[in-house]
């Protein structure tokens, strides 16, 4: 772990507080754990907020970035009463982890701040997710949603345009129709990899036969059902047709995106919207596409359901300074810094008036469309067991290894 102290600058606040008072002088200072590196874009605009919030207000944050180790570290830490004031990471495991060390933030969210113009916090920024965080909090608020993702496929535009496809699949015949006229250019259709395996095997599941039975099969550790031999014919057939990157079987993560998907040797990947920023370096002119993954039948859900989410803020219910720490995740989650972090990592913003990156530009037409929020792979990672069952069978199925039945026997075992 590395602790970088951002120093203070300005005694004077600028900014104003809670009810529009100023807090600067206070003697507030804060220490936030942060799940970045100090070298990602996000960690880098982090970095540069504190030091621009400490100037304006007097308050000093600290900043410990402890990167993705943060899931291993901070639990130990909060146990032993160490001073931690803001912590984040991703918005269920902020709730349902540490749950306990939060504080309930609903008095703070209904107020105006300088960087809302006024307007309370609550009315400028995403209202689905705050949502989400309040059903998370068991009716309360108790953590704030910053650096939003939703889980739909990412295309290249480009290839698309080439192999004339007008617009993006809605259902499963467009969408084979899409992969032949890839094919026709020498593009495969689709990629996966070890790491997003599950997730394709739960979007194709809840489009086959709906959300709630997807979830019933994880709890009952039961995939004997039709649903499932249904899914194998499916991408049974999407790889005899050539629809899907030979590579995909033996691909292990990042292997997918990096060598199949930045290079066009694959038009498509269900994949988060994180992954403009995490492949910018391996296709700089990648011309952007998303859609939502196609509807298959008329039993499970359509285009509307998606998996979202977001990383979130938690305030430690032990704080001496609540009220300076929600200033600060309010600075962070609206106004100049929220649209930095945004355009900077490639990300979703979380404040309404911030503008979407161009590479999301159809990823927000698709969260904007989303009624219905799928869990994460519709719970086909909730078990270790199964998804390890999932990703042996799917690769042995799209590598020709098992045809549909001998596929779905091995998933009934």
């Avoid at 005694?11 to 942060?34: E, I, N, P, R």
């Avoid at 709730?95 to 309930?104: F, P």
């Avoid at 909090?137 to 910053?146: L, V």
């Avoid at 069978?393 to 098992?402: E, P, R, S, T, V």
């Amino acid at each position: 772990m590395k602790r970088v102290a951002l120093l203070i600058a300005a005694l004077t606040a600028v900014l104003a507080g809670c009810g529009g008072g100023k807090t600067g002088g206070s003697g507030a200072q804060l220490v936030y754990w942060s799940m970045w590196n100090e070298t990602e874009p996000q960690g880098q605009v982090i970095g540069r907020a504190a030091e621009a919030f400490t100037a304006a207000t007097g308050i000093k944050v600290e900043v410990n970035f402890n990167g993705r180790d943060i899931r291993k570290t901070l639990q130990p830490a909060l146990d032993a009463g160490e001073t931690i004031d803001i912590f984040d990471e991703d918005i269920e495991r902020v709730s349902n982890t540490w749950g306990n060390y939060l504080l309930a933030l609903d008095s703070y969210v209904d107020k105006a701040y300088s960087t809302t113009g006024g307007k309370p916090f609550n009315e400028t920024v995403n209202k689905t997710l705050l949502d989400l965080a309040k059903r998370l909090g068991g009716g309360s608020i108790k953590n704030i949603p910053y650096q939003p993702s939703a889980f739909i496929t990412m295309y290249n535009k480009d290839l698309f345009n080439q192999a004339g496809i007008g617009s993006p699949p809605k259902t499963w015949d467009e969408f084979l129709d899409a992969c032949a006229k890839l094919k026709a250019i020498g593009a495969a259709g689709i990629t996966v990899d070890d790491a997003y395996m599950a997730c394709l095997f739960g979007y194709t599941i809840d489009r086959i036969a709906g959300m709630d039975a997807a979830l019933g099969m994880v709890a009952k550790d039961d995939f004997s059902g039709p649903a499932v031999s249904q899914f194998g014919e499916i991408w049974e057939n999407m790889a005899k047709n050539g629809y899907v990157i030979p590579s995909a079987a033996s691909n292990i993560w990042p292997t997918g995106q990096v060598n199949d998907f930045a290079t066009g040797k694959a038009a498509m990947y269900l994949n988060g919207t994180w992954l403009p920023n995490e492949i910018k370096g391996n296709a700089p002119n990648m011309n952007w596409g998303s859609f939502a993954f196609p509807a298959i039948d008329a039993g499970g859900d359509g285009i509307e359901a998606n998996n979202f989410g977001a990383q979130s803020f938690g305030i430690n219910k032990n704080t001496k300074y609540p009220a300076e720490a929600f200033q600060f995740i309010v600075w962070i989650t609206t106004g100049e810094w929220d649209a930095a972090l945004a355009q900077e990592s490639l990300g979703i913003p979380m404040a309404n008036d911030s503008r979407w990156p161009q590479a999301l530009a159809e990823a927000k037409t698709v969260v904007d469309a989303t009624t219905k929020r799928l869990p994460w792979a519709v719970g086909m990672e909730d078990k270790a067991d199964i998804n390890a069952k999932i990703k042996e069978n799917f690769a042995k199925l799209i590598k020709g290894d098992l045809t549909a039945q001998t596929f779905a026997a091995a998933m009934a075992k």
